[in-house]
Structure formats: C-alpha cells, structure tokens
Nanobody, 124 residues
Framework: QVQLVESGGGLVQAGGSLRLSCAAS????????MGWFRQAPGKEREFVAC????????YYADSVKGRFTISRDNAKNTVYLQMNSLKPEDTAVYYC?????????????????WGQGTQVTVSS
C-alpha cells in the first residue's frame, strides 16, 4: 500500500509559479511511475504530466508543455510538479498518482494509488 500526500497548492496571480510536491510512503516508491492529474469544477479529471520510475521518461499534456516540469527524488520518496507561467485555466485540484507498473502513462485508469489533492487557484 502506498499513501500519497500532496502539498504546495495555493493562490497565485497569472504568470506566477508554484511547485507542488507529492510525498509517498512505502519502500517501493522508486519502482513506481508517478503522474499528476487535475480536475477543475464541472470538468473531468485530466492528465497533466507523468514520469517513469527512473525519471528517464516524462510526458506532458499539450496544455502545459513548456510551462510545467515533473521531476522526482527517489531518495526522498517525492515527486514534484514545477508550474511556471500559470494561467487562470490552470485552476483546479491537482492530484498525484502512483502506478506499480513503472512506465510513464497518461491514462488515469492505470494508476493504483491517489492522493487527496491540493487546490491551485490562478487569478487573472
């Protein structure tokens, strides 16, 4: 069992930056692929970014490519999402997720464990 706890959300002005963190429990974190997803009010949960177990592969949604960066520190059991040039449309609850299979994948249904989410609000 893996428990995921997100932090780092908050209120920021458009053009600003935030860094989200997701701390994972358990000794098998380094073998898991990790993903970030988000859900805005009235919308479905959508893929944001993912990273393979080694950090060697990363993928991004087109809407965040060039602005967001996913990274991980396996020694700290933590995955990060650096968000720059934030836009009001980035406003959502952001969730991290873990996939036991290890390969970076965009499909939310493939992930085994989810955090509780952290709110990101970008004002115009």
């Amino acid at each position: 069992q893996v428990q995921l706890v997100e932090s780092g959300g908050g209120l920021v002005q458009a053009g600003g930056s935030l860094r989200l963190s997701c701390a994972a429990s358990g000794r098998t974190f380094s073998s898991y692929a990790m993903g970030w997803f988000r859900q805005a009010p009235g919308k479905e949960r959508e893929f944001v970014a993912c990273i393979s177990w080694s950090g060697g592969s990363t993928y991004y949604a087109d809407s965040v490519k060039g602005r967001f960066t996913i990274s991980r520190d396996n020694a700290k059991n933590t995955v990060y999402l650096q968000m720059n040039s934030l836009k009001p449309e980035d406003t959502a609850v952001y969730y991290c997720a873990a996939d036991r299979r290890g390969a970076a994948i965009r499909l939310a249904s493939e992930y085994d464990y989810w955090g509780q989410g952290t709110q990101v609000t970008v004002s115009s």
